[in-house]
């Protein structure tokens, strides 16, 4: 089991876009499950998983440290208009089973990720 933090920033985040996005939480919630699958086992088919979703267009890995990754990926969303557009960038301690949330943006708002952010957060 994985244990998943907010970041004050994400928070913040997750305030201005619930106004949006009425379907966020439950949308974090999906995204949780995800996140179990590629990092809260350790076998063979759980890395075979994880190499196939990072192939994909679906997340990518910002940086890796250590045993610390930061990950960015699509967010998938109830909200017609946000389909396709909400990321999710977190950082994995996978040794601890730690999942800090740190950026949570529409492409319609910003194209990238907060690099400052991104390096305050980095561990």
Do not use: C, W
Request: no cysteine; proline share 2%.
């Amino acid at each position: 089991m994985m244990n998943y933090s907010r970041v004050p920033e994400f928070k913040k985040d997750v305030k201005a876009l619930k106004k949006r996005v009425r379907s966020l939480e439950g949308d974090l919630e999906r995204a949780k499950h995800l996140i179990e699958a590629l990092y809260g086992h350790s076998d063979a088919e759980q890395a075979e998983f994880k190499k196939l979703f990072l192939a994909g267009k679906k997340a990518t890995i910002l940086t890796k440290t250590g045993a610390v990754e930061v990950v960015k990926m699509r967010l998938d969303t109830d909200a017609d208009s946000y389909r396709g557009k909400l990321r999710l960038v977190f950082a994995v301690a996978v040794n601890k089973a730690e999942v800090s949330f740190i950026e949570l943006y529409s492409k319609n708002d910003k194209p990238r990720e907060d690099q400052r952010r991104l390096r305050r957060h980095d561990a």
